[in-house]
């Protein structure tokens, strides 16, 4: 079953502007971690934030974490169009064998447009 | 600097045929994970082997077995391949334990079982 789910499912927007995207998951976690896929290609590791942290920066990226609320939002500001990829969140189940299992998001589709 | 490295890039198989899919990293990391990933579904985790030596199931491991060769090398098996098997699957590695380290990605095997 899903353990984190992105919403929305596909945005676009105009190259400068700022887009955001959000994940919502259902237990507990240990950490939280945000990837990017360009089409035909692996995922690439963005940026991973901890349980006990609420916000975390990475050059155009700003992550929160609501661990009340089961919730993470990721935010690209000045979008460029090589922005443009599909956001995966991933979460963890836990711990002991379930710390391994990092569960995936279906992911968000963002085009930005030139 | 390589990193994940999957071998082939592109299969066709008919129903019945088996395959292996071979999947090296070069960054000395303990964990590695065999996920498949298919439109709608996200990536779901199919077997992981936590460090040399030791393999688990993941989500979806049915059809499918693994061997961890040595710490470099983790492969997946297909022993009768399906219609259902028809997916992009990708190798990814981490450091430590999922929750704790970033994965990284290969660029995938599309696998289509005719």
Known sequence: ?114 | NAGVTQTPKFQVLKTGQSMTLQCAQDMNHNSMYWYRQDPGMGLRLIYYSASEGTTDKGEVPNGYNVSRLNKREFSLRLESAAPSQTSVYFCASSEFGGWNSPLHFGNGTRLTVT
């Open chain 1, 1 to 114: 079953s899903q353990q984190g789910e992105e919403d929305p499912q596909a945005l676009s927007i105009q190259e400068g502007e700022n887009a955001t995207m959000n994940c919502s998951y259902k237990t507990s976690i240990n950490n939280l971690q945000w990837y990017r896929q360009n089409s035909g290609r692996g995922l690439v590791h963005l940026i991973l934030i901890r349980s006990n942290e609420r916000e975390k920066h990475s050059g155009r990226l700003r992550v929160t974490l609501d661990t009340s609320k089961k919730s993470s939002s990721l935010l690209i500001t000045a979008s460029r169009a090589a922005d443009t990829a599909s956001y995966f969140c991933a979460t963890d189940r836990g711990s002991g064998a379930g710390s391994y299992q990092l569960t995936f998001g279906k992911g968000t589709k963002l085009s930005v447009i030139p």
